[in-house]
């Protein structure tokens, strides 16, 4: 399979417990992105990586949370201190810089905060 | 900043019937828009992506069209079946200079088909 993976697809902690969940794009991906997603709603953008340098954070994105993608591959994105205004499916994405760059989505990271 | 509203927010429909779902957006200065299905607690699938050079795209049951000057996409679903039944997402792609593609969703439209 070489579309985009994400893991875990399902994650259920406890309030102020930290969490982390990776994406794997596509191998020749150059562009990641995350979005979130609450019951009802349509994704949102939360932040967004050319290679290795993230280059746009939205204000949703609190310091309880970060996201790094240390060699331009792989990203993960850690939650700190959980709340459960947390939970929510977590997207990843990716594309190419050129043509249309057309955004490939992953599975979704689902995550519950008791 | 960009808004996007899709109408109705659910439908529930006969199997068979052609139904259309509606997409509208504020800023007219869009690169593309993309209409996705989402299945219960699942990912993302594209349906079809329209440049904003084009005026529809299809494939298969689906037809997909827009216009940018009045702000607007219709996703025509023909023949619906109840594996039809997802909710749909309309998302306008614009591009940025630094932060790449920039996708704006809708709240999507939750179809149901009958049997």
């Known amino acids: 399979d070489t579309g985009v993976s994400q893991d875990p697809r399902h994650k259920i902690t406890k309030r102020g417990q930290n969490v982390t969940f990776r994406c794997d794009p596509i191998s020749e991906h150059n562009r990641l992105y995350w979005y979130r997603q609450t019951l009802g709603q349509g994704p949102e953008f939360l932040t967004y990586?050319?290679?290795?340098?993230?280059?746009?954070k939205s204000r949703l994105l609190s310091d309880r949370f970060s996201a790094e993608r240390p060699k331009g591959s792989f990203s993960t994105l850690e939650i700190q201190r959980t709340e459960q205004g947390d939970s929510a499916m977590y997207l990843c994405a990716s594309s190419l810089d050129r043509g249309t760059d057309t955004q490939y989505f992953g599975p979704g990271t689902r995550l519950t905060v008791l | 900043k960009q808004e996007v509203t899709q109408i109705p927010a659910a439908l529930s429909v006969p199997e068979g019937e052609n139904l259309v779902l509606n997409c509208s957006f504020t800023d007219s200065a869009i690169y593309n828009l993309q209409w996705f299905r989402q299945d219960p607690g699942k990912g993302l699938t594209s349906l079809l992506l329209i440049q904003s050079s084009q005026r529809e795209q299809t494939s298969g049951r689906l037809n997909a069209s827009l216009d940018k000057s009045s702000g607007r996409s219709t996703l025509y679903i023909a023949a619906s079946q109840p594996g039809d039944s997802a909710t749909y997402l309309c998302a306008v792609i614009t591009l940025k200079e630094t932060s790449g593609s920039r996708l704006t969703f809708g709240e999507g439209t939750q179809l149901t088909v009958n049997p």
């Open positions: 990586f050319q290679n290795e340098a993230q280059l746009e």
